[in-house]
């Protein structure tokens, strides 16, 4: 089971994230301006950022096994637009409705969460997760390849195609999740405005937004100069640098077992400053792909092991309302990458790649600052309730 949910995940995810290595070639298939390639990437994102406040609640009230297969058949359906796409206006629309179901990863999380044993929650987190990461870096490496092959509109087919398949799989395989008497949807969807009066969760969301800010500045923004002189690179051999973050981020499962450990939030820290130090490395892009290698390693490795961490401790925190909690942390990871994805390509076109690097060290920063700024916050319940009423696998009640 934990194989179809993590693969879910990984389709899911790189609906969004498939443009990043052929930007340039939509660009001119489609006639959009290198300024505002970055949009291409961002409207996914703001239609998952609208998912993520009205679509991923509904698991905390309805069967997640029916809701699963059923927002997979309409990203389908947007994959569909956006490969047959005539004109721009036809992308973007097609990417922000796809984006708007996306959500379904979130959803698939909170399921993986859900039935897990609170001492097993970590692992099945950072398992489950780990799809998502082959979803955003394994799909750079497919869409370049197969842009080269058969053009840019292929890896769209494929994803349309995917999304129908494991929605049928969903349905068929995943045990009933019966929900037991809820609160209407608007309660729910207002849900996510109380969690911000939680320092603890604002605290994680803020991380969230720097962390995957700075994630977007290096895979929403690598392809240009690396597509320049004096790399002058092809989609598919752009789309290999791929295989360097896979390697950094499944390196990072193991921040589940560390999370289960109860080491969740020194883990955060420790890998928010290695992904300040990764940008030493990656600004050496112009000069040296070993060293921009190593720094995506690194880079990849931390945002991984503090979004695992992040995860753990807030459904930790929130057994009783996990969709909603996981939504209300990922509407900061959406805003981030969107931010992210937009600023360098502007950097970028007024900079270089200097001015991207410098962007993404900033955010990386931020990142850590905000960790810092929320330790005073972390293993306090819930106002209002009592340590003995907490969950008992809660990472942040040993931290």
Aim: hydrophobic share 55%; aromatic share 8%; with cysteine.
């Amino acid at each position: 089971m934990k194989t179809l949910l993590a693969a879910i995940c990984a389709v899911a995810v790189a609906t969004v994230y498939a443009a990043q290595p052929v930007l340039g070639e939509i660009g001119k298939s489609l006639q959009v301006p290198t300024d505002a390639l970055g949009w291409l990437v961002s409207a996914g994102q703001l239609g998952y950022l609208i998912g993520l406040v009205l679509l991923v609640p509904l698991g905390d009230r309805f069967d997640r096994r029916r809701l699963i297969p059923l927002h997979l058949g309409l990203v389908g359906i947007g994959m569909l637009a956006v490969a047959l796409s005539p004109a721009a206006w036809v992308a973007f629309a097609g990417l922000a409705f796809a984006g708007l179901f996306a959500v379904v990863v979130q959803t698939t999380v909170a399921y993986a969460a859900a039935v897990s044993e609170p001492g097993e929650r970590g692992r099945n987190l950072g398992f489950v997760t780990s799809g998502v990461v082959v979803g955003i870096l394994g799909s750079r490496l497919i869409a370049g390849m197969m842009a080269d092959l058969w053009g840019w509109r292929s890896i769209y087919v494929l994803l349309a195609a995917l999304s129908l398949l494991l929605g049928a799989a969903a349905l068929r395989l995943l045990p009933v999740d019966v929900r037991p008497p809820s609160r209407h949807h608007s309660v729910l969807v207002g849900g996510i405005g109380r969690l911000l009066t939680e320092p603890a969760f604002l605290s994680r969301g803020v991380i969230a937004f720097f962390l995957f800010a700075s994630f977007g500045t290096l895979w929403s923004g690598m392809a240009l100069p690396l597509s320049e002189a004096p790399w002058h690179l092809t989609e598919t051999q752009i789309g290999l640098f791929g295989l360097a973050g896979l390697t950094g981020a499944l390196g990072a499962v193991r921040a589940g077992h560390w999370a289960d450990g109860g080491k969740a939030n020194r883990v955060t820290g420790l890998a928010l400053v290695a992904l300040v130090a990764s940008w030493v490395l990656i600004a050496q892009l112009p000069w040296s792909l070993t060293l921009l290698v190593v720094g995506i390693v690194v880079l990849d490795f931390a945002v991984q092991a503090v979004h695992v961490s992040n995860q753990h401790i807030l459904t930790a925190q929130h057994p009783d309302r996990v969709s909603t909690t996981i939504g209300g942390y990922m509407v900061f990871y959406s805003l981030g990458s969107a931010v992210g994805a937009v600023t360098t390509t502007v950097s970028f076109s007024a900079w270089g790649w200097a001015g991207s690097s410098i962007l993404g060290a900033v955010f990386a920063a931020a990142a850590l600052v905000a960790w810092g700024l929320g330790l005073p916050f972390v293993g306090k319940p819930r106002s209002g309730e009592p340590d003995s009423a907490r969950h008992s696998g809660s990472v942040t009640h040993r931290e």
